[in-house]
């Protein structure tokens, strides 16, 4: 069974930083996709950054994150990070990460969702 552990949320002032964590648990063979999403009450769940996991990594922001945020991975740890610079009350939202993992018992790649951490940015 695959289990995603995220950290790093928080509570802070506009300007400052956070860096959020998101582990993979369990046995499985391999991850492909490393994202995190965001959640705003009222609002679709929306992509913030992603990592597609290949010869060449591809690395994807949405435009709101992009000179802000940074996604990076530690692929011996199975973690996946957002590492958040100079933000701002809009950011504040409830963040997932969202990991592509393919279990022993399966051919294809499954998604996994975090538990959900929040962040908060206050002016």
């Known amino acids: 069974q695959v289990q995603l552990v995220e950290s790093g949320g928080g509570s802070v002032h506009v300007g400052e930083s956070l860096t959020l964590s998101c582990a993979a648990f369990?046995?499985?063979?391999?991850?492909?996709?490393m994202g995190w999403f965001r959640q705003i009450p009222g609002r679709q769940r929306e992509l913030v950054a992603a990592?597609?996991?290949?010869?060449?990594?591809?690395?994807d922001y949405a435009d709101a994150a992009k000179g802000r945020f940074t996604i990076s991975k530690d692929a011996a740890k199975n973690t996946v990070y957002l590492q958040m610079n100079s933000l701002k009350p809009e950011d504040t939202a409830l963040y997932y990460c969202?990991?592509?993992?393919?279990?022993?018992?399966?051919?294809?790649?499954?998604?996994?969702w975090g538990q959900g951490i929040q962040v908060t940015v206050s002016s």
């Open positions: 969202n990991l592509h993992i393919r279990t022993h018992h399966s051919s294809t790649y499954n998604h996994y």
């Open positions: 369990g046995e499985f063979v391999g991850i492909n996709f």
């Open positions: 990592i597609t996991i290949s010869s060449a990594d591809i690395i």
